[in-house]
């Protein structure tokens, strides 16, 4: 199951972050007011509105810094359990790339407050400067991110109320604890969000004009603060087209994570991993800044 857009406290959160995205608002009302350019869109705003609820997760492991290291066990144990169900797609010749894509791009181990910060205060940029396929990809990874965040907050809570200090996951504990902290409805969102990443760099291999357009947005992308925006979407695009067509990767993707879901919801465990000390993953981040 995807890490729950993570097995990792996703970093320290970053003094007045909240206060920057309520900020971004603000000044952008005032430059409606003066006439300068139009309102963020639903889709700005709602990209605004998941990163704020990711930042609140990490101000609430930053106050508990019992909730943080358990945060960390959790997510540590999430990246490892995608490394060892796709273990067979990491060494394929033809998926390889795209695992790895999964699991480095999605699941990447860096820090990411200052990059979700930084990335607030291009979402205006964004919405003006990309095709809207792009913002809507942009939101998805958005939903993916906080959905995952509050998530691994509610399984490290629930380990947490059984044993009270911060402990790597056991198979049969996040087993038992997947069960208490998520629904199976929760959990078909997260899937189908992961999935519907995918599915958009797949379809941009089928659009030449698309993948020409990214290409003449590497200059204003620069300048409007983008260019880790820019990266992602051309290494995702130049990822899936090398696959030349997506489907049965992400078929793969698709029946392991239900199967799992499935299984945990039925009352089995997680598979049980040797962590390296550490280990360490975020899925659904926004691209680096």
């Known amino acids: 199951m995807p890490a729950a857009f993570s097995g990792r406290l996703a970093g320290p959160a970053v003094p007045g972050f909240q206060g920057s995205l309520d900020g971004i608002r603000a000044a952008h009302r005032n430059d409606i007011y003066k006439g300068r350019h139009m309102a963020l869109n639903p889709a700005g705003e709602e990209i605004l509105d998941c990163l704020r609820q990711v930042d609140e997760q990490r101000q609430l492991r930053l106050r508990d810094a019992g909730l943080g290291g358990q945060v960390a066990a959790v997510k540590a144990y999430q990246h490892q359990r995608f490394a060892q169900t796709y273990a067979d797609q990491l060494t394929h010749p033809r998926f390889g790339d795209a695992a790895r894509f999964f699991l480095e791009d999605l699941y990447g181990p860096d820090d990411f407050s200052l990059r ?17 396929d792009i913002v809507d990809t942009v939101l998805s990874l958005g939903r993916l991110h906080a959905l995952s965040e509050v998530l691994d907050t509610q399984m490290a809570r629930c380990l947490l109320a059984q044993a009270p200090k911060p402990a790597p996951c056991s198979g049969e504990a996040y087993g038992r604890c997947w069960r208490l902290a998520g629904t199976p409805a929760d959990r078909e969102r997260q899937i189908s969000l992961m999935l519907a990443v995918g599915q958009a760099l797949d379809g ?11 290409r003449l ?52 465990d997680g598979p049980d991993l040797a962590l390296s000390p550490g280990g360490q993953g975020v899925l659904g981040q926004a691209p680096r800044l």
């Open 116 to 132: 979700d910060q930084q990335f607030a205060r291009v979402v205006p940029a964004l919405v003006r400067l990309f095709p809207r």
């Open 204 to 214: 941009y291999t089928r659009n030449p004009l698309l993948r020409h357009t990214l």
């Open 217 to 268: 947005m590497r200059g204003p992308a620069q300048a409007a603060g983008l260019s880790a925006l820019q990266t992602f979407l051309e290494r995702g695009f130049d990822t899936f087209r090398a696959m030349k067509g997506a489907e049965e990767f992400l078929r793969t993707i698709a029946q392991r994570e239900r199967a799992l879901a499935a299984a945990l919801f039925a009352g089995g």
